[in-house]
């Protein structure tokens, strides 16, 4: 049984860092991309960070120069360093395949807020 499992979320005043984890539990992980998303309420789930097999990495426009993705293939894991975040950022991040996608862990909630 493939599964994620998100951690690192928090409440973070404006300008502040955190650090996402997502750990790759029952799967082969270094043959795929991995990618970070979101969801606000009210919002669709969005796509911010992508990480190929190879570590090549793509970033929504919203985050670009913010967050970084990384990955430690031998640890089945995943990370989004995020800094200067903003209220708007506030969202359960989420990580999952691209392509191949399976079923959505519980997510990590992030409150951006002062």
């Known amino acids: 049984q493939v599964q994620f499992v998100e951690s690192g979320g928090g409440l973070v005043q404006p300008g502040g860092s955190l650090r996402l984890s997502c750990v790759a539990a029952?799967?082969?992980?270094?043959?795929?991309?991995m990618g970070w998303y979101r969801q606000a309420p009210g919002e669709q789930r969005e796509l911010v960070a992508r990480?190929?097999?190879?570590?090549?990495?793509n970033y929504a426009d919203s985050v670009k120069g913010r967050f970084t993705i990384s990955r430690d293939n031998a640890k089945k894991t995943v990370y989004l360093q995020m800094n200067s975040l903003k209220p708007e950022d506030t969202a359960v991040y989420y990580c999952?395949?691209?392509?191949?996608?399976?079923?959505w862990g519980q997510g990590t909630q992030v409150t951006v807020s002062s």
């Open positions: 999952n395949r691209p392509v191949s996608q399976i079923s």
């Open positions: 029952g799967s082969i992980f270094n043959i795929y991309a």
């Open positions: 990480i190929g097999s190879s570590g090549n990495t």
